[in-house]
């Protein structure tokens, strides 16, 4: 890059955009066309994140990790582009998967000292939920390599700025571990950043892979060599990493993963190797070969590599012909060990008395639960919320303070982890004085957070609530589902039985809700305005539910994936003729198919005739979740 510069086309400082930003920030409508879809997406979550465009207040962590893995095997890669970059003001960044910055590598002096001044340093955290849209926490939202320059940034202290960033994955496990970011000033941005941070990101990577323990080498070569000999199902675990190939997640939905997992963890543990007959929650039937593995130098058993053969297929036992699930509390449906185990600590914290603090990934029930309990347990009692996330709610404090000193029952703080620091600040002084006054026998109070590591100003509030529950997301119960869909399609049906046919349900188990409950009680809402009663059938569920992907999708995402969906079932799963349709390559639609995980009908047996099929996608003609490639 030494010796010449090529300035990065100006999408991001034209008027154009800037004016896009402004009508954005005034909840105006933005032209089409005018911001790039992933910087559109990542403003929305900025704004859901009540993020304020005009100033920042950034995550702070005393100690980032440096001597970590991941710093260890990253800083000779990172020392040596720098060292190429022949003193260009470019500052190259690495963070970790929580966005922290963990190193900062800069040779141009003015550049440093603007990077100090919006803290763009070592310790502070530029993940999007606290920073906004930018390079590197935009990179880790939304699951890919991203450049962000200029009016993009979210916050104007950083308008001057332009990044490119690439996320870095753990060589066995696949796993994001964290992000390289290559930072200058947005009037020298250079058109290869974006390409040298991905090659970069992928020199790590390999670098990491020389320095992973010998246990981790150990387990993949080891699961490599059953993936080629044994074929079929096979996945490898230890007590924090599992591998599965292809034809596991295929084969398998998400309820009968967790199932096998759990079987392999227990007989793991015998240290010898162990076959055995397990039924799985979808009803099949299949026999596991599991062969423990022991640590380089020791006897200890460190993981091992499981290979499994179906003697059923799934889907053989009607899920309505299952026990019934037990119901724990008013209102709630849930039967699997996790959801089950989360709800026994939330009874047991209101049953002590003790304050208690619930996160877990948005919809996962969490404010559900603590009413659900609060009625069972003081069925006449109050039972007050505060959202910390409410929009333009400038009493928010006032009312809390009163909740705290004079309210009675119990009280909840929702979205406790999005409040700044001054009423972060302000909420510590309310509850000391709440502790001080005595009132704890008066008030039950709870606070709910999302799933991600918290700060320094959270951990402090923290202090006052000595228990934290963590829900599992969906798909980590997802054979709550058979009771779940019954139970929520019973409150949306207003004329008459709803059901849902075994191959609707089979799609459903297969989803990966990464928006848990609420994405489907959303879902069946949608089902249930087109679908007023009768059964449901794989037809009736919108596009959604015919992917495995455990991300949220942007809008754009959304409306691509639909279309491919909404085609495929046009077509019958031709994907030839739906690429047509589209104007896709055949390439394409395959790179989507797999990109978006979208389960596609198979082709009928009659699709080589001359004569198209092209029944309505909305038809009963669907071919039925078994034929499914």
């Known amino acids: 890059m030494s010796g010449r510069t090529i300035v990065w086309p100006d999408i991001a400082g034209d008027t154009g955009l800037a004016e896009a930003r402004q009508h954005f920030l005034a909840a105006e409508p933005v032209e089409a066309g005018r911001v790039r879809e992933v910087i559109l997406a990542s403003w929305r979550r900025s704004r859901r994140w009540n993020l304020a465009a005009d100033h920042m207040e950034l995550s702070h962590v005393h100690d980032p990790g440096r001597h970590t893995p991941l710093t260890r095997g990253a800083l000779p890669v990172l020392r040596n582009l720098c060292e190429n970059l022949g003193g260009q003001p470019v500052s190259v960044i690495l963070a970790d998967a929580r966005g922290v910055v963990l190193s900062r590598l800069t040779a141009d002096r003015d550049l440093e000292q ?58 066995v496990s696949g796993k994001t571990v964290g992000a390289v970011g290559l930072t200058g000033w947005r009037k020298d941005a250079d058109a290869l950043l974006l390409t040298l941070a991905q090659t970069t990101a992928g020199q790590i990577t390999q670098a990491l892979l020389t320095t992973s323990s010998e246990r981790e080498v150990q387990l993949l070569q080891e699961y490599l060599r059953a993936c080629r000999h044994a074929g079929g199902i096979v996945f490898a675990l230890t007590g924090d990493l599992v591998m599965m190939n292809d034809y596991t997640r295929d084969a398998l939905d998400p309820g009968d993963q967790a199932a096998v997992l759990g079987h392999a963890a227990q007989a793991l543990t015998g240290g010898h190797p162990a076959r055995l007959d ?130 009675e029952g119990s009280l909840v703080i929702r979205h406790a982890d999005r409040l700044g620091t001054q009423r972060l600040r302000a909420l510590w002084l309310a509850l000391e004085q709440t502790l001080a006054a005595g009132r704890q026998k008066a008030l039950w109070v709870a606070l709910t957070m999302s799933h991600r590591p918290v700060d320094t100003g959270m951990a402090s509030l923290l202090q006052f609530f000595p228990g934290t529950v963590e829900l599992p997301p969906l798909r980590q119960h997802i054979e709550d589902l058979h009771k779940l869909v019954p139970f929520l399609l019973a409150r949306l049906s207003h ?124 038809s009963r003609n669907v071919r039925e979740l078994s034929g499914f490639s």
């Open 495 to 618: 004329c008459g039985p709803l059901t849902c046919s075994p191959e609707a349900m089979q799609l459903l188990l297969r989803s990966g809700w990464p928006g848990n409950i609420e994405q489907l009680r959303q879902v069946l809402t949608t089902v249930a305005c087109h679908r007023r009663s009768g059964t449901i059938h794989p037809a009736d569920l919108p596009p959604e539910c015919w992917t495995v992907s455990r991300r949220l999708l942007s809008p754009l995402e959304s409306m691509e994936r639909d279309a491919i969906v909404q085609s495929l079932l046009y077509h019958q799963g031709n994907k030839l003729q739906a690429a047509g349709s589209l104007g896709m390559s055949r390439a394409t639609i395959y790179r989507k198919i797999h990109e978006y995980g979208i389960l596609t009908p198979a082709l009928p047996a009659r699709h080589h005739s001359r004569r198209p099929v092209s029944p309505s996608p909305r």
């Open 114 to 171: 603007h990077l100090d001044s919006v803290q763009l340093a070592p310790g502070f955290s530029y993940a999007e939920e606290f920073a906004g849209t930018n390079g590197i926490g935009t990179a880790l939202e939304s699951g890919q390599a991203v450049h962000v320059s200029g009016h993009e940034h979210y916050a104007e202290r950083l308008e001057d700025l332009a990044c490119a960033a690439a996320l870095i994955h753990h060589p």
């Open 278 to 407: 397990v039924e799985l929650p979808t009803g099949a039937k299949a026999r596991m070969y599991c062969r423990p593995l022991r640590g380089p130098g020791t006897q200890r058993v460190t993981g091992g590599v499981v290979h499994m053969k179906l003697a059923e297929q799934p889907g053989t036992l009607d899920p309505r012909s299952r026990p019934a699930a037990r119901r724990f509390l008013p209102g709630l449906i849930g039967s699997g060990p996790l959801w089950l185990r989360g709800c026994d600590e939330v009874d047991a914290a209101y049953a002590s008395g003790e304050w208690l603090a619930v996160k877990g990934e948005p919809g996962t029930g969490k404010l559900s639960l603590l009413q659900a309990v609060c009625r069972r347990r003081n069925p006449a009692g109050a039972f007050h919320v505060l959202d910390a996330a409410a929009p333009g709610d400038h009493d928010w404090l006032a009312r809390a303070l009163s909740e705290l000193l004079e309210g």
